[in-house]
């Protein structure tokens, strides 16, 4: 029996969003990830330029351990763009300093506790090295180009994430497999014409549930389009 058009194109559409829901947020650390605040880490175990990962629910952060347990690692953060307080600034970063950090592209490269920097989760040693099969630069000069990098930078989800910076320092190239998985999630989504029928039928359902207005209209005309345009 053939399969109805427009359910075909909607539970299309939907899959792909769950895909992309599901998918590591490029490197951005939310606190509250992990099972508890004092678990107890193997610090003796870590040298001074190690790469340290903790795997969160949706997304992955990576630091480069300075030594003392002192981590150093990109952070976004909305109240860096608010106040020169480094006694607020200092505090372990939540969510709600997180988030519009992100969105308004503002962080800064940070040193904090293996525990804050952690915050409950399971820590990784120098995971990146198998999976990028890259020599890595000497540990000392490692961790001396984090610390040479700590402050205010720009953030982006994309192109200056937490992952860029701790490649840019052990094997001196800006790497973010996330980022590139991201990449070929994207392509695939609109080189499938299918999302631009997808996209158009539910455009048309929002108008219809909604009635014909600018802020209904445009959206669905032109997110369509655009998905054609550049569909192969």
């Keep these: 029996m053939m399969k109805n058009p427009m359910l075909e194109a909607v539970s299309l559409l939907l899959e792909k969003l769950l895909l992309i829901s599901n998918f590591k947020l490029l490197g951005v650390c939310a606190p509250g990830g992990g099972t ?3 678990r107890p880490y193997e610090i003796s175990s870590f040298l001074r330029g190690d790469v340290l990962e903790v795997s969160r629910t949706h997304f992955t952060h990576y630091g480069i351990y300075l030594g003392n347990n002192r981590v150093a690692h990109l ?3 909305i109240l860096l763009a608010l106040t020169n307080d480094k006694g607020r600034t200092q505090k372990v970063v939540s969510n ?4 519009p950090g992100v969105i308004c592209k503002v ?5 904090d506790t293996v525990e804050d920097f952690a915050y409950g989760a399971d820590i990784l040693v120098n995971h990146l090295d198998e999976t990028l099969r890259k020599k890595s630069l000497h540990n000392e000069e490692v961790a001396c180009r984090a610390e040479q990098q700590l402050g205010l930078t720009p953030y982006s989800l994309l192109w200056n994430n937490c992952e860029h910076f701790v490649t840019h320092c052990r094997y001196g190239a800006r790497i973010s497999p996330q980022a590139e998985k991201f990449y070929e999630t994207v392509k695939t989504i609109i080189r499938d014409q299918r999302s631009c029928l997808a996209s158009a039928v539910l455009g048309l359902l929002s108008i219809a549930y909604t009635g014909l207005a600018s802020y209904t209209a445009l959206p669905a005309l032109c997110i369509p389009f655009c998905l054609w345009m550049m569909s192969g």
Excluded: C
């Design 96 to 99: 709600k300093r997180l988030i």
């Design 36 to 38: 508890g605040r004092n």
């Design 107 to 111: 962080a800064s490269i940070r040193v």
């Design 75 to 77: 952070m976004p953060d």
